[in-house]
């Protein structure tokens, strides 16, 4: 189960925002897969845009379930909003792992993929696909 704050509330986008920016908004979820798009679930998450502040900016929740290595957990922060073309991404660093993340806006999809040292598998990759969640 991931969890997320009990004060969860999702804002409407402001209507002057441009269409592809206002699509980030609302709750996602989606299994982390290791290595490849073929090996066992690393741990299930769930992305929350609950705030667009600008065409630039974004409030998030960031919410994992418990996995062999770490507590189930959730975030709040704000994340950067990167926009190239008609391509929007959402990014931040995690302050657990300093790692990166990158989330793509694919059609209602968000995408992520990040690389991490492993003490004992050195580096690893993990993918994420987000879909659309009550």
């Not at 990158?102 to 492993?118: A, I, P």
Request: glycine fraction near 6%.
């Amino acid at each position: 189960k991931v969890p997320l704050p009990d004060d969860l509330n999702i804002v409407l986008p402001d209507s002057s925002l441009p269409e592809n920016i206002k699509a980030l908004s609302g709750k996602r979820g989606g299994e982390w897969i290791a290595n490849n798009r073929s090996r066992s679930i690393v741990r299930s998450s769930v992305l929350v845009v609950e705030k667009i502040l600008d065409e630039k900016t974004a409030v998030i929740v960031y919410g994992v379930s418990e996995s062999p290595n770490s507590k189930a957990g959730f975030w709040r922060m704000e994340a950067e909003i990167v926009s190239m073309d008609k391509k929007v991404m959402l990014e931040w660093i995690s302050k657990a792992t300093t790692r990166k993340f990158s989330f793509r806006l694919k059609g209602d999809k968000l995408e992520c993929e990040t690389t991490m040292q492993h003490p004992r598998w050195g580096e690893l990759k993990n993918y994420i696909t987000m879909s659309r969640i009550q």
